[in-house]
């Protein structure tokens, strides 16, 4: 297992959720609720700066068949003008990520409505957790590698 911070990202149209790992990517935890729009990236990538990330983990939402979807494009849109600045970036599959996280926050007795400034941050936690849970079983690296030059 690699050492270092890696930062989770769950893009969303109106919101994007960020969560962190600590230096031994063992455990994700929230960080940010970010507005999207003018400045969301640069964010981002600040926050990535400010942590020392080694490694920015963005989800990837496909359709329950595994089809890609309009949202399954502004990721990867969103993935590739990260990675556009140096960091290495990988998409990962968030498939239920949302519905889950949904999940939590019910089980913990609060509405949809006290959890929306939230929920994005607990989507970017199960996506990151599950990355690190992946590359802690020493199978491979979590997703796939973003290569700006090759886009996606």
Known sequence: MRTG?????????????????DLHGMLATPVE??????????????????LDAIEIIVG?????S???TASTDDARAFALTLAEHGIPVRLV???LSTVSANAA??????SQKQSRPVIDQVAAVIILQHALDHERAGVSLPGTLVIPDEGL
């Open 5 to 21: 911070v890696r930062l989770g990202v769950d893009v969303g149209s109106v919101r994007i959720g960020v969560a962190r790992s």
């Open 33 to 50: 609720t970010v507005q999207r729009g003018r400045g969301d990236v640069e964010r981002v990538r600040a926050l990535a700066s400010e």
């Open 105 to 110: 926050i019910r089980a913990s007795g609060k």
């Open 93 to 95: 599959d968030e498939r």
């Open 66 to 68: 595994g089809r890609e």
């Open 60 to 64: 990837l939402p496909l359709a329950l």
